[in-house]
């Protein structure tokens, strides 16, 4: 076996962080988000960090951060990857770092296309079942006949 084939291509760091080649606002992806997560663990896991950790880890962190859009998140993992010594203190560092671009995006994205603006979902509203259905006619007579019995 060649030494070649052991060898698995890499992404440079700096492609990463090209951030001209993304829209600031636009959508961070799964796999962009899991590579660049994946990067910022790999520097900071502690020698006993299993896969199956690894794993519960960066879907425990996606969780947290899939709203922050790609600019602020991939701006936010390269100061992570400098600052953070452990893994509990990435996500944390992701969203404290990404928190002010993506705020001043969301303005942007708001004050630029107010039509676009997302009406807030109708209230919650339980319907009725049979029986309770049948409780209210049932009260309905009795008012009525009560109604009827004090009337001269």
């Given amino acids: 076996m060649d030494d070649k084939d052991n060898i698995i291509p890499l992404r440079p760091a700096m492609q990463s962080l090209a951030l001209g080649s993304f829209s600031h606002r636009q959508p961070l992806d799964m796999d962009t988000a899991l590579e660049e997560l994946g990067r910022c663990l790999t520097l900071c896991a ?26 602020p998140f991939l701006s936010a993992c ?21 928190q002010e671009l993506t705020a001043a995006i969301r303005r942007n994205q708001s004050a630029a296309d107010p ?8 209230p919650y509203r339980e319907e009725p079942d049979d ?21 001269p």
């Fill in 131 to 151: 029986e309770q259905l049948e409780v209210a006619a049932m009260m309905r007579d009795l008012m009525s006949k009560l109604r009827s019995s004090d009337a």
């Fill in 78 to 98: 390269n100061t992570a990857r400098k600052i953070c010594d452990h893994p509990a203190k990435i996500v944390p560092a992701i969203i404290r770092d990404s």
């Fill in 115 to 122: 039509g676009e603006r997302k009406a807030l979902p109708a």
């Fill in 46 to 71: 502690p020698s006993g960090m299993g896969s199956d950790e690894r794993r519960t880890w960066l879907i425990a962190a996606w969780a947290e951060i899939k709203d922050i859009p790609i600019g």
